[in-house]
């Protein structure tokens, strides 16, 4: 196991190389120019903008670009300084992911809970009319578009009934979370409990169940034990990949409550071409992709004794 571990990390390298090289070009290509972008509509002279491009680095060749930023990451933890502001980007990076991570994890603890716990009731009783009720509901969750799903939810719960607040406050408190995490995680519960449910339908007719109930094993381990494990390898490898799609597709739910996180960074660093900010973002994300990526081979071991890593 240590040595699979460590070839994985191995591997990872290169990955996590032309992963942001290939981020940091299409960043870097984008039109317009961050640095005149600082005096607005202002004429500037020529000479103080190529001072600033000098200044910030933004005159050296894109390639040497990647090299000074890829050394200060790996060399001091360093993202670099936002073009306008100045600030570090590790401070934006401090504030902005804490609350993201808060949001994702509490939209990843529903997909859990409620996408697997509705997909094995749809299995265990598939053809019925249980089974129908949950497919019905999840096609319908699958049909509304995210930004469809959070104003339905702000116009009903928060102005109609009052229950919750249509915006989340800056200390983003675990209770205003909520409604965002269930917008943000309802698309991948409804998936969540759609592949739950047919591993599991199918699970049930394979030889190995057919043996486990002719032994006369209780239903609880056969379901537990046998049934489960085998039915949610499909699912892990979902939930695995979809955590970090939850912390950078919060765009969209982050802008509907007001949720000062990643999705609201990006989008601001987009529309002011801090490069910088979102290159910095985005490499989280990747490093956040590539963990999941292993953690989700290594349950595959605990899931299946079949699946051993020598």
Do not use: C
Not at 152 to 166: N, R, S, T, Y
Not at 171 to 183: F, M, N, R, T, Y
């Amino acid at each position: 196991m240590g040595r699979y571990v460590a070839r994985r990390l191995l591997q990872m390298i290169p990955v996590f190389l032309g992963t942001t090289l290939l981020i940091f070009l299409m960043v870097y290509t984008l039109p317009g120019d961050p640095v005149r972008g600082l005096f607005g509509d202002k004429g500037v002279d020529p000479a103080t903008l190529a001072r600033l491009r000098h200044e910030k680095g933004l005159d050296l060749p894109i390639l040497q670009q990647y090299w000074n930023y890829m050394t200060g990451i790996v060399l001091h933890f360093d993202f670099g300084d936002q073009i306008a502001s100045g600030r570090p980007v590790t401070d934006v990076l401090g504030d902005a992911f804490p609350v993201t991570l808060r949001l994702a994890g509490m939209a990843f603890v529903l997909e859990i809970v409620v996408g697997i716990g509705l997909g094995t009731i749809a299995g265990l009783r598939a053809g019925r009319l249980t089974d129908n009720v949950i497919l019905v509901f999840t096609l319908l969750i699958i049909s509304i578009p995210v930004f469809v799903l959070g104003f339905i939810i702000k116009a009903v719960f928060a102005f109609q009934l009052g229950w919750i607040d249509p915006n989340v406050s800056i200390d983003a408190k675990w209770s205003e979370l909520l409604a965002p995490a269930i917008v943000l995680g309802s698309l991948s519960l409804a998936y969540v409990a759609r592949l739950t449910r047919t591993t599991m339908a199918e699970n049930l007719r394979a030889d190995y169940m057919r043996t486990a109930i002719a032994k006369g094993l209780p239903k609880r381990r056969i379901v537990g034990v046998h049934l489960m494990r085998n039915s949610l390898i499909p699912v892990i490898t979902f939930l695995g990949t979809d955590l970090g799609a939850l912390m950078g597709g919060a765009v969209v739910t982050e802008g509907l409550f007001n949720v000062k996180g990643i999705g609201g960074t990006i989008y601001e660093s987009i529309q002011k071409r801090e490069g910088t900010t979102l290159v910095g973002l985005v490499t989280i994300l990747v490093l956040v992709y590539l963990l999941m990526s292993l953690i989700v081979d290594l349950l595959y071991a605990v899931l299946d004794p079949r699946i051993r890593y020598a």
